[in-house]
């Protein structure tokens, strides 16, 4: 399942997330992207990690952002194997599980960031931006 709900055009970024089928449709997915819009930044959704790779590879993506239900799972897996193929890539984080083994686990693969869930949707959205800006700079 994916969608690019913005026109894609140079001035827009393109925030990729990455969750489970039943994250994709979680209200604050909604409200971030509600959030990201008027700073013209798109989410494009994907729900497997063979998803998210097939659009790193056509291009466009400016961020990452990768939800991990739980300790090693979907986010995680896939900023492991994200590393691998476009090490540059800021990678956001997004869990419930902020233990000290996710948070080295999610430091140790380079993740610029790790969000607790339930997030608070204005400041990620914040902080989204605020590396989007630092990386076009």
Same mark, same amino acid.
């Given at each position: 399942?994916?969608?690019?709900?913005?026109?894609?055009?140079?001035?827009?970024?393109?925030?990729?997330?990455?969750?489970?089928?039943?994250?994709?449709?979680?209200?604050?997915?909604?409200?971030?992207?509600?959030?990201?819009?008027?700073?013209?930044?798109?989410?494009?959704?994907?729900?497997?990690?063979?998803?998210?790779?097939?659009?790193?590879?056509?291009?466009?993506?400016?961020?990452?952002?990768?939800?991990?239900?739980?300790?090693?799972?979907?986010?995680?897996?896939?900023?492991?194997?994200?590393?691998?193929?476009?090490? !540059?890539?800021?990678?956001?984080? +997004?869990?419930?599980? @902020?233990? /000290?083994? =996710? *948070?080295? &686990?999610? #430091?140790?693969?380079?993740?610029? !960031?790790?969000?607790?869930?339930? +997030?608070?949707?204005? @400041?990620? /959205?914040? =902080? *989204?931006? &605020?590396? #989007?800006?630092?990386?076009?700079?």
């Amino acid at each position: 399942m994916m969608s690019a709900v913005h026109p894609t055009e140079p001035s827009w970024c393109e925030v990729l997330f990455s969750s489970s089928a039943r994250g994709l449709d979680a209200p604050w997915v909604s409200d971030l992207d509600r959030c990201l819009s008027p700073n013209q930044v798109s989410l494009r959704r994907t729900n497997s990690t063979k998803e998210a790779l097939a659009v790193l590879e056509t291009g466009g993506v400016d961020l990452a952002l990768l939800s991990a239900e739980s300790c090693g799972s979907h986010g995680l897996r896939t900023l492991q194997i994200i590393r691998q193929f476009t090490p !540059s890539l800021p990678c956001v984080v +997004v869990t419930p599980d @902020t233990s /000290a083994l =996710t *948070l080295h &686990r999610a #430091l140790e693969l380079k993740a610029y !960031s790790v969000f607790r869930q339930p +997030v608070n949707t204005r @400041t990620l /959205a914040e =902080t *989204l931006v &605020r590396i #989007l800006r630092q990386g076009l700079s």
